[in-house]
């Protein structure tokens, strides 16, 4: 069964102060890794896709990272704006378009 | 150009009753999925279809069904609704089957009581 874990669950960042999120992850043949922002109560947007071991993305202030077992979010330096729940999920090859995701980690900047 | 809309946004049901939420993808996707997120936690997948036939079922009781229309419309239905069926209820819609590309709607809001 395909799993994935979001670390920490919470993050307090300063304005400026750059940051991490963890997304590791198991499942069976990985066709993507997708990184999504939610704000309250709104539905999920898309950020990236990842496909394979050693690919990066990049928008504004965010980075992305794949490896064989896990993602990375980089945040450099964080803006108030920035503040929200990031969620990760893969996409199994033989799923379709069928995404599990992690539980999310929510991202207070602070000013 | 329109992103996937869903409705009604919000929506207040009482234990026992019946719903149908609606989802209209992005023009030129022919892939509708749905999602249930409860407060605090990431998407639970419920449905996926591509080209009006449904491709995958999540682990959800029978009293979910869904369907997609020849515009590649959805609904979503749920039969007797229970308390822990609040939640906000996504749909995603992608060009093509396996898509590299999923694109959320709003969600809808559904509270019982």
């Known amino acids: 069964e395909d799993q994935v874990t979001q670390s920490p669950e919470a993050l307090r960042l300063q304005e400026g102060e750059s940051s991490s999120l963890n997304c590791s992850y198991t499942?069976?043949?990985?066709?993507?890794l997708f990184w999504y922002r939610q704000d309250p109560g709104k539905g999920p947007e898309f950020l990236f896709t990842l496909y394979s071991a050693g690919e990066e993305k990049e928008k504004e202030r965010l980075k992305a990272t794949l490896t064989k077992k896990e993602s990375f979010l980089h945040i450099t330096a964080p803006k108030p704006e920035d503040s929200a729940t990031y969620l990760c999920?893969?996409?199994?090859?033989?799923?379709?378009?069928?995404?599990?995701f992690g539980g999310g980690t929510r991202v207070l900047v602070k000013p | 150009d329109a992103g996937v809309t869903q409705s009604p946004t919000h929506l207040i049901k009482t234990r026992g009753q019946q719903v149908t939420l609606r989802c209209s993808p992005i023009s030129g996707h022919k892939s509708v999925s749905w999602y249930q997120q409860v407060l605090g936690q990431g998407p639970q997948f419920i449905f996926q279809?591509?080209?009006?036939?449904?491709?995958g079922r999540g682990n959800f009781p029978d009293r979910f069904s869904a369907r997609q229309f020849p515009n590649y419309s959805s609904e979503l239905n749920v039969n007797a609704l229970l308390l822990g069926d609040s939640a906000l209820y996504l749909c995603?819609?992608?060009?093509?089957?396996?898509?590299?590309?999923?694109?959320f709607g709003p969600g809808t809001r559904l509270t019982v009581t």
């Open positions: 279809y591509y080209e009006k036939e449904e491709r």
């Open positions: 995603a819609s992608s060009p093509a089957w396996g898509g590299n590309e999923q694109y």
């Open positions: 999920a893969v996409q199994a090859a033989a799923a379709g378009n069928k995404l599990t």
């Open positions: 499942v069976s043949g990985l066709r993507g």
